[in-house]
C-alpha cells in the first residue's frame, strides 16, 4: 500500500450487486427512517453509538471498537456475506448481504444487541450502546458498491485516526468477496 493519505480501492473483481429490478419484489417498511428490502441485495448500512445525557456520543475505545469488529467477522458466512466494515470510535459501517433466511432488521438487531451485552459487562454498565435505528441503503450498481468501499476505506485517515487506513484496526475487507486495485 502507499503511503498517500487518501488510498483508493480502484474496481472490485467480483459484482455482488444483483439489483437489475428494483421493484420486483421490494419491500419498504419505515421506522423513523425508511428500510428497503430486496432479495439477494447488498446493503450499506451505519450505525451509530447512542448519545449521553449532555449529547455527546458514546465513544467506543480501541478494545471495544475491536470486539465490534470481531463479531462482525465471526457471524459472517453464517447470517450475511460480509463484504467490508469499519468501526469507528461513534459509529460502524457495513457493506453486506444478508443470507436468504435472514432478515437485515434481524441480522442488526443480533450486531447490535450482542455487542451491547459484552461492551457493557466489559465497562460494568447497563447504558444503550447504539441508537435504536440503523440506516441502510440498497447497492444500485458497482460503481455505488466501489464507491461506499473507498469511502469506508477512508473514513479513519478523515477522522485523523491514521494516515494509512489499510493499518487502522477496525478495518475488514473480505478477501473472498475479490479482489481489489489500489490507487
Known amino acids: 500500500m502507499s503511503d498517500s493519505k487518501n488510498q483508493r480501492i480502484n474496481r472490485t473483481d467480483k ?22 428490502t430486496l432479495k439477494g441485495s447488498t446493503y450499506f448500512v451505519t450505525f451509530r453509538t447512542a448519545k449521553r445525557q449532555a449529547g455527546m456520543p458514546i ?5 471495544e471498537q475491536k470486539l465490534v469488529l470481531e463479531h462482525v467477522i465471526n457471524h459472517n458466512e453464517r447470517f450475511y456475506m460480509l463484504i467490508a466494515t469499519v468501526v469507528m470510535p461513534d459509529h460502524v459501517h457495513l457493506l453486506l448481504v444478508p443470507e436468504e433466511k435472514y432478515r437485515l432488521s434481524r441480522i442488526m438487531k443480533g450486531i447490535k444487541g450482542v455487542t451491547a451485552r459484552h461492551i457493557n459487562l466489559k465497562r460494568g454498565t447497563s447504558d444503550s450502546i447504539w441508537f435504536e435505528e440503523s440506516f441502510d441503503r440498497i447497492i444500485r450498481d458497482q460503481k455505488e458498491l466501489d464507491e461506499k468501499l473507498n469511502y469506508m476505506l477512508n473514513n479513519p485517515v478523515k477522522k485523523n485516526l491514521v494516515d494509512d487506513p489499510w493499518q487502522y484496526h477496525g478495518w475488514y475487507f473480505n478477501d473472498r468477496y475479490g479482489r481489489y486495485n489500489v490507487k
Open 15 to 36: 459484482n455482488v450487486c444483483s439489483t437489475n429490478d428494483l421493484n420486483e419484489g421490494l419491500q419498504i417498511t419505515r421506522r423513523k427512517l425508511p428500510h428497503w
Open 59 to 63: 465513544l467506543l475505545s480501541d478494545e
